[in-house]
Antibody, heavy 120, light 110 residues
């Protein structure tokens, strides 16, 4: 059974750093792209970026380029989303999602979401 | 990249059919058949309902169907059921900026 399990909710202060995770299981992890999606409180979904764990090739949407870092450790089947200096506007639920194989452009499995709260 | 345009809300009675539109441009929806639809119930992660414009993943009822004409994609739900009440998002791969979502549509089953 394919599963994406995300790290627990976080409460941070502005200016702090944070790294959240998404661990895949039940499939050949290195060979499937994993994306991150943001959902701000009461708002819609936004694509952030995507990574290919096999070689860590990463692409970001323009709005998030330079704002976050996406990385992967295929040895532990885990993808990460990282901030170096959080802002209150980073408060959101963050989802990871698996792209369904080479040549596809949709996401068939999603993590349960990680709530990040940034408040002083 | 601007978000795709969806109606903010739609509603229908049980058993009826509804259609949610998703309008983009020739750089995204109109460029190829990489449009997909996701259902999101409150407090839950999104769930894939339609991929590549009109294909249903295994386990999705055939009451859900998708189509596309030009720069506008559509999701139709026939035989509405109470459990269909949720938010629905379209998304399209784009030629320039990876993927773009629609703003989401809140479906109310009356």
């Amino acid at each position: 059974e394919v599963q994406l399990v995300q790290s627990r909710a976080e409460v941070k202060k502005p200016g702090e750093s944070l790294k959240i995770s998404c661990q895949g299981s039940g499939y050949s992890f290195p060979y499937y792209w994993i994306a991150w999606v943001r959902q701000m409180p009461g708002k819609g979904l936004e694509w952030m970026g995507i990574i290919y764990p096999r070689d860590s090739t990463t692409r970001y949407t323009p709005s998030f380029q330079g704002q976050v870092t996406i990385s992967a450790d295929k040895s532990v089947s885990t993808v990460y989303l990282q901030w170096s200096s959080l802002k209150a506007s980073d408060t959101a639920i963050y989802y990871c999602a698996r792209q369904d194989g080479y040549g596809t452009y949709y996401f068939d499995f999603w993590g349960q979401g990680t709530l990040v709260t940034v408040s002083s | 990249q601007s978000a795709l345009t969806q109606p903010a809300s739609v509603s229908g009675s049980p058993g009826q059919s509804i259609t949610i539109s998703c309008t983009g441009t020739s750089s995204d929806v109109g460029a190829h058949n990489y449009v997909s639809w996701y259902q999101q119930h409150p407090g839950n992660a999104p769930k894939l309902m339609i991929f590549e414009v009109s294909n249903r993943p295994s386990g999705v009822p055939d009451r859900f169907s998708g189509s596309k004409s030009g720069n506008t994609a559509s999701l139709t739900i026939s035989g509405l059921q109470a459990e269909d009440e949720a938010d629905y998002y379209c998304t399209s791969y784009t030629t320039s900026t990876l993927w773009v979502f629609g703003g989401g549509t809140e479906l109310t089953v009356l």
